[in-house]
């Protein structure tokens, strides 16, 4: 008997119990669709994060200054400036590892335009190559020079939100705002960026030459910088960046071997593998989890096919009289319990795919930060699929083995 015949059988067999074929199949569509649902979530949440350190710049390393013990006890970061621009230049051109770097120096302050004014989360002032490595862009206008870093001039570049406070409608490119009572002009308006992962607004910030940061808004003639941002050529080269970085520092610092480092270099690639790790960690035990349910249906199907050999102990008698062979019988009642997985794996998936964009657009309305990715694992339906045709064919076994060892003779007796 072809297979397409044994399926169609199968099918017929199956439509003649709607009911009890759908009550069968409802423990493997409710382990489907958790499966699916819970790893969709899981993938969109690892997508998030991912997505998020990208968003925070190229393979970013960062160098702070170590921080200064004072009677034994750490004063915390920053306490012991040690930094210098440059450390930055040097290790932008010394470090073959190294794609580009900036010093970073923070200020704060309030801006004014005309009657309105607004205090933005970030005020720093940077390189030239910032923007490199933090992977943004110019939506407008330009960036500030090595020129004007140099002149330290009073010059800046905004974020979105700055601009939707100040100006309105206006357009900002060109137009003086006030620092602290300080001119500066702005020449450029930042790609939007959004919230990041806490909900911090990326776009209310002011970037300025660090030179004039410092100068006019620190009132520092000292060459020392917050911190130094730099971005590795590629992920495979951030332990090699590292290296260099902590080599030439070390070299530059005339720090002897076996003493402390006044510097530390930080990772944030590190930081994204262990919360991928995490994320991922989470997928799998909640999927292992909602894979239970895959074995409960299975245990269902087991019964419901052992309820319908009985019931069918008369059929199978006399197609073993008229010269079906037990392979027959048991590729039969095989096919009808592996279709019934499958129908309920189908429609699982699709009610996971359903619940998983429900619960991620639920997410995405209740929070006002960064909005996750809609993610539905396809990869993740395939396995759940097979797997509960697997289950399907592991617990039909043994009713189609017994359906296929009846004795004819007997099973024609059978009322």
Not at 305 to 312: C, F, G, P
Not at 355 to 362: E, H, R, Y
Request: aromatic letters at 8%.
């Amino acid at each position: 008997m072809s297979l397409f015949t044994t399926i169609r059988i199968a099918l017929r067999a199956l439509g003649k119990n709607k009911m009890r074929a759908g009550l069968t199949v409802l423990g493997v569509v409710i382990g489907i669709a958790a499966v699916t649902t819970m790893v969709s979530i899981g993938q969109s949440a690892g997508d998030l994060v991912q997505g998020e350190f990208q968003a925070f710049g190229s393979n970013v390393i960062v160098v702070i200054p170590a921080s200064m013990r004072q009677r034994g006890v750490h004063q915390g970061f920053g306490s012991r400036p040690t930094l210098t621009a440059d450390d930055c230049t040097a290790i932008s051109e010394h470090c073959d590892s190294v794609m580009a770097a900036s010093p970073i120096v923070g200020a704060g302050g309030q801006l004014i335009y005309g009657n309105n004014n607004w205090s933005p989360r970030e005020m720093m002032g940077v390189g030239t190559q910032y923007l490199t490595v933090r992977n943004w862009e110019i939506a407008r206008g330009g960036f500030f020079t090595e020129r004007d870093i140099a002149g330290a001039a009073k010059v800046c570049v905004i974020g979105h939100t700055i601009v939707a406070k100040l100006f309105q409608t206006t357009n900002p490119l060109g137009e003086t705002i006030r620092i602290r009572n300080i001119p500066f002009e702005v020449i450029g308006v930042l790609e939007e960026k959004g919230a990041n992962l806490v909900g911090d607004d990326q776009d209310n910030v002011v970037l300025a030459p660090y030179t004039t940061i410092r100068k006019r808004l620190r009132g520092s003639e000292f060459d020392n910088v917050d911190v130094i941002f730099a971005s590795a050529k590629s992920p495979e080269l951030m332990s090699e960046a590292q290296h260099e970085m902590r080599q030439l520092l070390f070299e530059r610092h005339r720090i002897p071997p076996g003493e402390e480092a006044d510097f530390e270099v930080k990772d944030t690639a590190e930081i994204a593998a262990f919360l991928d790790k995490v994320t991922g960690t989470m997928t799998i035990l909640l999927a292992s989890i909602a894979g239970i349910s895959l074995l409960v249906g299975g245990v269902g199907i087991m019964n419901i096919m052992l309820v319908s050999v009985t019931e069918r102990t008369r059929e199978i008698g006399i197609r073993l009289a008229v010269g079906a062979r037990s392979y027959d019988i048991l590729f039969q009642f095989l096919v009808e319990a592996t279709l019934l997985s499958a129908i309920g794996g189908a429609i699982g998936f699709a009610l996971g795919w359903g619940a998983s964009t429900g619960i991620t657009m639920l997410i995405n309305s209740m929070t006002s930060g960064t909005k996750w990715p809609i993610v539905v694992s396809f990869k993740a339906a395939t396995i759940a699929i097979l797997f509960s045709s697997a289950v399907g064919m592991f617990f039909g076994f043994f009713p189609a083995l017994r359906a296929s060892r009846m004795d004819p003779i007997e099973a024609l007796r059978y009322e």
